[in-house]
Every structure is written in C-alpha cells, then in structure tokens.
C-alpha cells in the first residue's frame, strides 16, 4: 500500500509518500482501507519535531480517517468487514491508504455522514465535546464564545453548544469565516481582530459577559478573555502556540477558572461516553462537520501548509 512516511522531524517535505507493507489485525485489532484522512495542527507540531510527545521515526502520522473496514482479528466484535467507520486513532497511522485501529478507536458511520466528514470527527468533534461538557460544563441557558470558530473544533463547539441549548457567538478572521460560522448556526460572529472586540461581546451578552469561553489560541487571546467572563466563568484552553501575561485580579472579580483540556488525557471511559453522544448527533443530523478542502495524500506537505495558514475554513481532508 503506499503511505506517508516520515523518516526525519523537519519541515512539510518531510511527508514522503512511500511503498510500505499492508497492516495485518491482530487480537482486538482492526484493518481499516481509507477513504479519507482528517488533518490535525497537532500533526504538524508532531511532523516539526516541536511538540513534547514524539513518536519513534520513521513514522506515519494520523488518527483520524473516514473508511471501510477490511479486516478484523480475533475477539472484534463490534465492527465488521464492508462496515463503513470512522477512526479516533490509530496504531500504524491513518495518513496511509489502510490504518491499524484497536477495535475502541473504531465507530459505525451513517450512511448520511460521508468519508471525508467521517474524517473530520476524531480530534475535532471528540475535543470540543470535551472542551464544551466534560471540561467546560457547559449547561443549558449559558453564552458560550467559540473564540476561532471557522475551524475544524470551532465549528463542532458550535453545533454541540446549540445541542447543549446554549447560546452561542463565535470568532473568525476572515468574513467567509464568519458567514461560516453564522452559517453553523452561531446567534452572532465577530471578527476576532477588531477593534471594540470587547465592547461587542459586552453588548452581544447585555453587559453580563459570556458563562464559558473555547479557547483556541490563548497565547493571544487569554488575558482579554478574563475581561469578557460572567461570574464565575470558565475559560477551556483548547489551543496556544506561546506564552501569555494574565491578571489574577480579573479571575478573582468574578470567581472565574481557567481550565486547560488535552483530548489525550481522556481514558477510554470518557472517550466512549463522546463517542456515543457524538453517535447520536450524527445519526439525527444535528452534528454535521464541514469539510473545507480535500487534497491528494500524496500532497500531505501542502494539507499541512494550509491546515497552518489563517483563514482556512472548515476541515481539511487527505485523499488517498
Ligand atoms: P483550525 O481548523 O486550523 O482552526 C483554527 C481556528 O483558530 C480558526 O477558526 C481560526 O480563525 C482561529 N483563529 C486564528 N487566529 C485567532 C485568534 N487570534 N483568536 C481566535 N481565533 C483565532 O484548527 P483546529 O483543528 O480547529 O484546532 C484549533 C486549535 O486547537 C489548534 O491550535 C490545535 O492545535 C488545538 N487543538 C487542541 C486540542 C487539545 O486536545 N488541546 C485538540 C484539538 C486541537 P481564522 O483563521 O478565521 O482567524
């Protein structure tokens, strides 16, 4: 099957598609043949060699993919071959034309959800579920601000919080951003970058402030978030890429926290309880992810260039 394969950390090229030998499922273990591949920031810090958690080289990067599955190994029962799924991991990495899934990484998908959409599932959705209810305890009735919600977790914190019965705003930088969030069903979207961005969420929440802020770049946002939470409001940092100065004075005006999430701190307990509600969502429609572009695996370099640049929109997806 071919793959792609990285042998060195570095820069984008170092995505080298290569010949490389078919997954074979083991106890427990399922052959998936992928049809889409979801592509995560979290992978291009991977690919840089720059985050904390590196894997041993050569490696294929990937987790989350939309597909078929092809083979199953002894003990798997909930999954068979021909089944459309969707992925939230996996053992050989997804970025490859079959990924080698444990059975618990592997989710029916409906007929209604495409590959590319399924692709868009597992770090996304699972992480703003797990930002928004698990993390965040969003309840109904509160303002939630999706702050970067023209993406692929900004996008799924917004059709999970109007589930949740929470009213939503959202950021975006660009205004096909926010269309597309407005689009999503956000109550209003505001560009992230404007002057009187403070002021706007005041009025947007009648002076109160919001309950509950996604983060997704708090290195530039998380001090002026304090200034925008109701009492005892919480901010879930999803995303940062550096240091930021806060005021603890503005934390302790409003009894306010500030809560950091890692999707990979969940264990298998919490991970199943998102699976199963993102089940739900997906099989009534109310979830439905949006795919922004879909690129050749063989480009991998390019899908992680954009999936890094400003202004993207929705998610972006490798086909093999
Ligand atoms: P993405 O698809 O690239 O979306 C990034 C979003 O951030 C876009 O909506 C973008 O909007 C917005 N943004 C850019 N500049 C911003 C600013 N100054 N203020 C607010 N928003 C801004 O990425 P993603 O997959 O949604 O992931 C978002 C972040 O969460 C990434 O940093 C990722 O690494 C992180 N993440 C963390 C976890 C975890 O477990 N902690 C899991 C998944 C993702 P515009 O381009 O319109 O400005």
Known sequence: M?????????????????????????????????????????????????????????YTPGGDAGGVVEAVGAGVTGVKPGDRVWTSGSLSGTYAER??????????????????????????????????????????GETVLVHGASGGVGIASIQLAKGA???????????????LATAQGAHQVLDHGAAGFREA?????????????????????????????????????????????????????????????????TGDEDRAAIQAALAIGLENGTLVPVIGREIPLAQAPAAHEAVMAPGHLGKIVLIP
């Open 2 to 58: 071919k793959a792609v394969v990285v042998r060195a950390f570095g820069a984008p090229e170092v995505l080298k598609i290569e010949d490389a030998a078919d997954p074979v499922a083991g106890a427990g273990q399922v052959v998936v043949a992928v049809k889409a591949v979801g592509v995560n920031p979290v992978e291009t810090y991977i690919r840089s060699g720059s985050y904390a958690r590196k894997p041993a080289l050569p």
């Open 99 to 140: 990924a080698l899934c444990r059975e618990a990484d592997v989710h029916p998908l409906p007929a209604r959800v495409s590959f590319a959409q399924g692709a868009a599932l597992g770090v996304p959705f699972m992480t703003a579920y797990h930002a928004l209810l698990q993390v965040g305890r969003a309840r109904k």
């Open 165 to 179: 019965g929470c009213t939503v705003l959202g950021t975006a930088g660009t205004e096909a951003g926010r269309k």
């Open 201 to 265: 969420v005041m009025a947007a929440t009648n002076g109160r402030g919001v309950d509950l802020i996604l983060e997704m770049l708090a290195n530039v946002n998380l001090g002026k978030d304090l200034e925008l939470l109701a009492p005892r409001g919480r901010v879930a940092v999803i995303g940062s890429r550096g240091c930021v100065e806060v005021n603890p004075r503005d934390l302790m005006a409003r009894e306010a926290s500030i809560h950091g999430v890692m999707l990979g701190m």
